[in-house]
């Protein structure tokens, strides 16, 4: 059974970071494209970052790049969003999918990120 859970969000001042984390089970993570989204109140998914199969290529916003960083344990299963310099727009419930596309047929349930103006 593929499962992908997020978790690592949280409530935290502008200028903080926070650490996501995708642990994924029921398929390889070795070589599968991740990608992470995230949806803010009112408005529609958007994508934020993405790591790509076998060479570890990666993706980003350009609304987060310079400030977020994906990365890939292989040993853990387990991909993660680290986000420094977080801003109120980052406020949003963040998801990880199987695919750096938003078609993918498999995602995790979301963690929610808060960052007050």
């Known amino acids: 059974q593929v499962q992908l859970v997020e978790s690592g969000g949280g409530l935290v001042q502008p200028g903080a970071s926070l650490r996501l984390s995708c642990a994924v089970s029921?398929?390889?993570?070795?070589?599968?494209?991740i990608g992470w989204f995230r949806q803010a109140p009112g408005k529609e998914r958007e994508g934020v970052s993405c790591?790509?199969?076998?060479?570890?290529?990666?993706y980003y916003a350009d609304s987060v790049k310079g400030r977020f960083s994906i990365s890939r344990d292989r040993a853990k299963s387990t991909v993660y969003l680290e986000m420094n310099n977080l801003k109120p727009e980052d406020t949003a419930v963040y998801y990880c999918?199987?695919?750096?596309?938003?078609?993918?047929?498999?995602w995790g349930k979301g963690t929610l990120v808060i960052v007050p103006s």
């Open positions: 999918a199987a695919n750096c596309s938003s078609n993918s047929d498999y």
């Open positions: 790591i790509t199969g076998s060479d570890d290529g990666t």
């Open positions: 029921g398929f390889t993570l070795d070589y599968q494209p």
